[in-house]
């Protein structure tokens, strides 16, 4: 006789139990957590902070590779080019360390992961740019 009843007339007699409230409310609680971490990209404060130092650590190598390769085709010549490639790939880093071209200004150490990133993009170069005036011209204070 319950179910001859409208599904609106038995929603709006029906009273969970506090039991009821406390499980439902703790499975969803479970279950928002479950896909949070999953499929929305929520992280651990300990895996936020180990991809902010990754990405970091990962941008001053590229900045550091940038001016490298720079430094690089400023002062390098073809020959040195030519010698960078036959250098086996493994090796390439420290011809690079080597030659000088990683080293800043103001820095001790060599920033790490750049010496390789230099290797990559210089080797992928077919020749070194052409100089312009404006490359050799010194600039002065006056």
């Given at each position: 006789?319950?179910?001859?009843?409208?599904?609106?007339?038995?929603?709006?007699?029906?009273?969970?139990?506090?039991?009821?409230?406390?499980?439902?409310?703790a499975g969803?609680?479970?279950?928002?957590?479950?896909?949070?971490?999953?499929?929305?990209?929520?992280?651990?404060?300990?895996?936020?902070?180990?991809?902010?130092?990754?990405?970091?650590?990962?941008?001053?190598?590229?900045?550091?590779?940038?001016?490298?390769?720079?430094?690089?085709?400023?002062?390098?010549?073809?020959?040195?080019?030519?010698?960078?490639?036959?250098?086996?790939?493994?090796?390439?880093?420290?011809?690079?360390?080597d030659g000088?071209?990683?080293?800043?200004?103001?820095?001790?150490?060599?920033?790490?992961?750049?010496?390789?990133?230099?290797?990559?993009?210089?080797?992928?170069?077919?020749?070194?740019p052409p100089?312009?005036?404006?490359?050799?011209?010194?600039?002065?204070?006056?």
């Open positions: 006789m319950a179910q001859d009843r409208k599904f609106a007339d038995r929603w709006s007699e029906f009273k969970p139990s506090k039991t009821m409230w406390f499980w439902t409310t969803a609680v479970v279950v928002t957590m479950i896909v949070g971490f999953t499929a929305g990209g929520w992280v651990t404060g300990g895996s936020a902070r180990s991809m902010a130092e990754d990405a970091a650590r990962d941008g001053r190598a590229e900045l550091a590779s940038s001016l490298c390769v720079e430094k690089f085709t400023a002062s390098a010549t073809a020959a040195n080019l030519a010698e960078l490639k036959e250098t086996s790939s493994y090796q390439q880093d420290n011809f690079i360390e000088g071209w990683t080293t800043l200004a103001g820095l001790e150490d060599a920033v790490p992961g750049a010496a390789d990133l230099c290797a990559d993009e210089l080797v992928a170069l077919e020749s070194l100089r312009t005036a404006v490359d050799t011209v010194p600039l002065t204070d006056g």
